[in-house]
């Protein structure tokens, strides 16, 4: 994935956080090469590294076991935990180059053991749980300690009318999590990763005792609309018996102007294929627009508020080759406004 963004901040803006370092840049946001397979009809494994920064960074490293009866499957490794639709779903398949807010309220990915079963109600729904310690880049948790997180979703379809290709998606998330040194932070990008700026932030809130969040999630398809929303919220419970809450939602809408339907599966979307590849036809054009905002305020943390409103368009040359325009308008309240223009140029084999 390459990326490309340009910056504009309102003189309230400046005032507020002063001049912007970056007003245009470039980098290669991921280039990440993975194996995975198959021994012995039952065990799998995938192991996936990220080139992107100059760093090698492992994502995805773990092995399983699959079609446990009544369990379904058991991952052992470096995974992704269960909580929030765009987490589960592969940035190579999401609407906007940047997932909304919801991402930056914890760690996507942790060592740990996580159970899967994607076969619940004749293969419509997905309950997945885990137990994890926190890990660093190089996907270790040497330093755990006593920290620790236990997280679990349970999503699916409802009301489905396949003759329509209709469907609702309804999902529930939740996690528990005790940090090794007892601190939590959120900070936030304005949905843009180039960004130099994180204009929303807790700061870090020192004697935590353990955290809650909470996520609830939906999707309506009709055909080649899809209508999505998240909620997400924290709940940071301090050994000063201090009880912080912040929030964060979206709701976004695409709709394929050349007929594509989105792909579905294990209760998260996945992969598109246009109706004709570009070079036999145009390809597949999308265009969405979504509106999020995250609040940061709470007792005696002024961490800020902002709301984003992002148009976006989308040009699937094929099944693994696309090309992204977005426009992210930001509004942090009471400091100013920012108006973002990126791109995205990505293949995924």
């Known amino acids: 994935m390459i990326d490309h963004a340009f910056f504009n901040q309102n003189e309230s803006l400046k005032t507020s956080f002063g001049q912007l370092t970056t007003k245009s840049g470039t980098e290669l946001r991921r280039a990440r090469l ?50 929030r639709l765009e987490g589960q779903m592969s940035s190579k398949h999401i609407t906007f180059m940047e ?54 979703r349970f999503a699916g379809k409802l009301l489905e009318d396949k003759n329509k290709n209709q469907f609702l998606h309804l999902g529930l998330g939740y996690s528990n999590r005790k940090t090794a040194l007892k601190e939590y932070k959120i900070a936030a990008r304005p949905e843009a990763h180039l960004s130099s700026k994180k204009y929303v932030s807790t700061g870090l809130i020192t004697t935590v005792n353990h955290v809650d969040i909470f996520n609830l999630e939906a999707a309506f398809i009709s055909g080649p609309i899809t209508f999505q929303t998240e909620y997400l919220t924290s709940r940071v419970f301090t050994k000063n018996l201090d009880r912080y809450k912040f929030n964060t939602y979206y709701g976004q809408v695409g709709y394929f102007i050349t007929g594509e339907n989105r792909s579905y599966k294990r209760s998260r979307f996945s992969k598109l294929t246009p109706n004709n590849n570009f070079g036999k036809g145009s390809g597949a054009w999308e265009i969405a627009l979504r509106y999020s905002t995250i609040n940061l305020n709470s007792l005696d943390i002024q961490g800020g508020e902002q709301t984003n409103m992002t148009l976006g368009v989308n040009w699937y040359l094929n099944p693994s080759t696309r090309i992204m325009l977005n426009n992210v308008w930001s509004t942090i309240k009471d400091q100013g406004k920012l108006n973002t223009i990126q791109m995205r140029f990505q293949i995924a084999f």
């Open 99 to 152: 997932r909304a807010f919801a991402i930056d309220f914890m760690q996507e990915r942790n060592n740990g053991l996580l159970i899967s079963n994607s076969t619940l109600f004749k293969n419509k729904a997905t309950l997945e749980m885990g137990v994890f310690r926190a890990a660093d880049k190089t996907a270790n948790s040497t330093e755990a300690n006593d920290g620790y997180s236990i997280t679990g």
């Open 34 to 83: 993975y194996t995975s397979g198959v021994m012995y009809s039952n065990i799998f494994y995938k192991l996936q590294l990220d080139f992107s920064g100059g760093d090698v960074v492992l994502k995805d490293a773990f092995f399983g076991v699959k079609n446990i009866p009544i369990v379904g499957n058991v991952l052992i490794g470096h995974v992704k935990e269960p909580i």
